[in-house]
């Protein structure tokens, strides 16, 4: 059975100050024997510190980027290893607003690029894939998730596959309060799961914990966790408050039957 896995993707937001209250908040509500994997991604300058504030407690340290070279002349970059000695776990890599947002855009190839190179540093890439409105509405959402999912993870072990994690992010639904139905979610996650079993095999496929992200707030996260190829949810918006992100991490629970 996977478990489920709920990370908060803290984008540019916080203070020094703001991200210790919110760790300190989520430190005292979280049990020790919660079902569900936590995981915090901050600006990657509050990396240490809150490294030190959810060290021995469950909570796990993911970033929010990364280069794939070890080292080297890349002004403003951070490396795998940089990351590793930041206590990080976990890497995000392929953001939406990585790919079409900032700069001139990542493309699938420096994405694989970069996964590769979290997984020989030892970090587990969080792999975010997702298709816009105009896409979606051209009937185009399968074949552009096939593209990202091959492009992405070309050349990536089943071993390696099977532990890492995905994350389905409908351009269209981030940060817009618009949020893939139950069963648009679960569609899109299916195919996730049918395209892996095809570059691989079933149980690589059923290994891999896809998360779904966009516009989750704890008001829809149990509904969108009763569906059985959601593994958790990658969190922006309402993973800047306490209540808010404890409420999804509740919804998952609940939705899990946990
Ligand atoms: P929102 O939850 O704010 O829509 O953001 C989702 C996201 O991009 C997480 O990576």
């Known amino acids: 059975?996977?478990?489920?896995?709920?990370?908060?993707?803290?984008?540019?937001?916080?203070?020094?100050?703001?991200?210790?209250?919110?760790?300190?908040?989520?430190?005292?509500?979280?049990?020790?024997?919660?079902?569900?994997?936590?995981?915090?991604?901050?600006?990657?300058?509050?990396?240490?510190?809150?490294q030190r504030a959810v060290d021995g407690t469950q909570i796990r340290l993911g970033a929010q980027n990364m280069w794939h070279e070890k080292e080297g002349a890349f002004t403003g970059e951070v490396s795998p290893q940089m990351l590793l000695d930041c206590g990080c776990t976990y890497v995000i890599l392929g953001h939406s607003e990585r790919r079409h947002t900032i700069g001139k855009g990542e493309d699938d190839a420096?994405?694989?690029?970069?996964?590769?190179?979290?997984?020989?540093?030892?970090?587990?890439?969080?792999?975010?894939?997702?298709?816009?409105?105009?896409?979606?509405?051209?009937?185009?959402?399968?074949?552009?998730?096939?593209?990202?999912?091959?492009?992405?993870?070309?050349g990536v072990p089943a071993d390696k596959v099977a532990a890492s994690v995905i994350a389905y992010e409908p351009v269209w639904a981030i940060g817009t309060g618009l949020t893939a139905t139950p069963a648009q979610a679960q569609e899109a996650h299916a195919h996730v799961r049918?395209?892996?079993?095809?570059?691989?095999?079933?149980?690589?496929?059923?290994?891999?914990?896809?998360?779904y992200g966009g516009s989750v707030k704890p008001g829809n996260a149990e509904e969108l966790m009763t569906q059985p190829d959601l593994d958790g949810g990658l969190i922006g918006g309402a993973s800047l408050k306490a209540d808010d992100f404890m409420g999804i991490i509740k919804g998952t629970i609940q939705g899990k039957k946990l």
């Not at 209250?21 to 994997?37: F, G, S, Y």
């Not at 890439?125 to 492009?151: F, H, M, N, W, Y």
Request: aromatic letters at 4%; proline letters at 7%.
């Open 1 to 50: 059975m996977r478990r489920p896995f709920v990370a908060g993707n803290w984008k540019m937001y916080k203070t020094l100050q703001t991200a210790r209250e919110l760790v300190d908040a989520l430190r005292e509500r979280l049990t020790e024997d919660c079902p569900v994997e936590v995981a915090i991604c901050p600006p990657a300058p509050y990396l240490l510190p809150m």
């Open 194 to 211: 049918a395209v892996l079993a095809q570059m691989y095999d079933e149980p690589t496929a059923q290994a891999v914990r896809i998360q």
């Open 110 to 154: 420096l994405i694989n690029k970069k996964v590769h190179a979290a997984i020989e540093a030892g970090l587990t890439p969080i792999l975010c894939i997702g298709e816009k409105i105009d896409q979606r509405e051209a009937g185009k959402t399968e074949s552009v998730l096939t593209e990202q999912i091959k492009g992405g993870l070309a």
